[in-house]
């Protein structure tokens, strides 16, 4: 049985954003088109993850200093602003469950979050869901959609990244990300494969 994690599609990530993606609102109606049009049966559970941040120790470039993009962050998703919110062209009726992650530490993966109002982890509510195989999409493709994907690998789910449905940060990491995906086992596939298998 399979899940689609679909990782922050939350405004900060998106044009207008703190630290938004070129494609990021894009990226949010073509998540939600594809959950319509998918084949009913395809998904056990459609799980969201967002990034959550209370004060995430140096997640945040310090007040005066110059983010580098890599480890430190303009300020973005603290909890109670609009930034952290999902994206408005993201339907969130479709998603089942959400899971919130960095609170006090910065946190790429949405492995290490918990389910929202509880301490549950995502692997364990996989599990317990039965699910065996994962969908990975959403934003970034080099910082969070990566280290979900490669947190699924090694939590031991067959996954896979469907690329069309992914922005980067930055376009050339984007694909260096996706052949970092491959190189653990991540199979690298495309929406329209999953609506139209045999196309
Ligand atoms: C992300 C950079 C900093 C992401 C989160 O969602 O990919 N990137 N925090």
């Known amino acids: 049985m399979r899940a689609l994690i679909?990782?922050?599609?939350q405004?900060?990530?998106?044009?207008?954003?703190?630290?938004?993606?070129?494609?990021?609102?894009?990226?949010?109606?073509?998540?939600?088109?594809?959950?319509?049009s998918v084949p009913a049966g395809t998904y056990t559970a459609v799980v969201g993850t967002r990034d959550h941040h209370i004060d995430p120790e140096g997640h945040f470039a310090p007040a005066g200093t110059e983010p580098?993009?890599?480890?430190?962050?303009?300020?973005?998703?603290?909890?109670?602003?609009?930034g952290a919110e999902a994206h408005p062209d993201l339907d969130t009726s479709l998603i089942d469950a959400w899971f919130l992650k960095g609170e006090y530490t910065a946190a790429y993966s949405g492995f290490?979050?918990?389910?929202?109002?509880?301490?549950e982890t995502l692997a364990g509510w996989l599990r317990a869901c039965g699910v065996t195989d994962v969908d990975v999409c959403g934003i970034a493709?080099?910082?969070?959609?990566?280290?979900?994907a490669l947190d699924a690998v090694a939590e031991e789910f067959g996954v896979?990244?469907?690329?069309?449905?992914?922005?980067?940060?930055?376009?050339?990491?984007?694909?260096?990300?996706?052949?970092?995906m491959a190189y653990v086992g991540v199979e690298l596939a495309e929406s329209k494969d999953v609506l139209a298998p045999n196309a």
Do not use: M
């Not at 679909?6 to 599609?9: F, L, N, Q």
């Open 141 to 148: 493709t080099d910082f969070c959609v990566r280290a979900t």
């Open 6 to 9: 679909v990782v922050d599609i």
């Open 112 to 119: 290490e979050g918990h389910l929202e109002g509880s301490e």
């Open 160 to 180: 896979r990244a469907l690329t069309d449905l992914c922005a980067e940060v930055t376009p050339g990491p984007g694909a260096v990300a996706f052949n970092q």
């Open 68 to 82: 580098d993009f890599e480890e430190t962050w303009p300020v973005h998703c603290v909890v109670g602003t609009h």
């Open 11 to 36: 405004n900060d990530f998106c044009p207008g954003g703190a630290l938004g993606t070129a494609r990021g609102a894009g990226v949010a109606a073509a998540v939600s088109a594809y959950l319509r």
